[in-house]
């Protein structure tokens, strides 16, 4: 029988989702309130959906509090808006600099732009935020007609250091394990950040 996954309430708007389709808090010695995306810190958890509209009205209305019995620490909205977005695009880097390190990733426009002319899997590319708009935009058409995913999320500079290289303004994902993976971190952020409905 397939496992039926644990189930909890969003403090922001009271749907309950599976464990995984939401966000896990818990309080850490000294109360301070703790995004845990993995999923894994021991102790109670508090929930809310992958949106920070959830989030923004769970803090707001001091649920975290209600929850753990007693004052929270670092449990204002803006701090744990920032802090969740902090630690989804940190997690979206390591797995870039996971799939560079089993030699999956290519970067510069021309090389990722060849790639996806020949028909080379490219499964995600990352496109630096400040890239010229130009060439951002027609990395992205070659991008989108070979199917893959874009993601416009970091700088020249944060792309670069994580593929341990000077500025890059390209990088792309070739086929392999970590596409999947990748793009439920990559869609989990993108959920996040917009505010999207639950
Ligand atoms: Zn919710």
Known sequence: MPKVEPQRSCLGC???????????FV?????????????????????????????QSAAARKQFARTFK?????????????????????????????ANKAGKVISGSDMVMDACKKGHQVGIVFVATDISVDIGQ?????????GAECV?????????????KGLRS??????????????????KYRNFADGGVC
């Open 27 to 55: 309080l850490a010695p000294d109360r301070t309130l703790v995004p845990d995306l993995k999923g894994k810190l021991p102790g109670r958890g508090a929930y809310t959906c992958i949106n920070k509209t959830c989030l």
């Open 70 to 98: 007693g004052e929270v620490k670092d449990a204002a909205a803006d701090h744990l808006l920032l802090q969740v977005s902090t630690l989804f695009a940190e997690r979206i880097l390591a797995y870039l600099a996971l």
């Open 152 to 164: 416009t999320l970091f700088d020249k500079d944060r792309l670069g250091a994580v593929l341990g």
């Open 138 to 146: 027609k990395v992205l058409d070659y991008a989108r007609q070979c």
């Open 14 to 24: 009271g749907v309950v989702k599976d464990k995984s389709e939401l966000l896990r």
């Open 170 to 187: 390209v990088a792309a994902v070739q086929g392999s394990g970590f596409i999947k993976v990748m793009q439920q971190e990559i869609r």
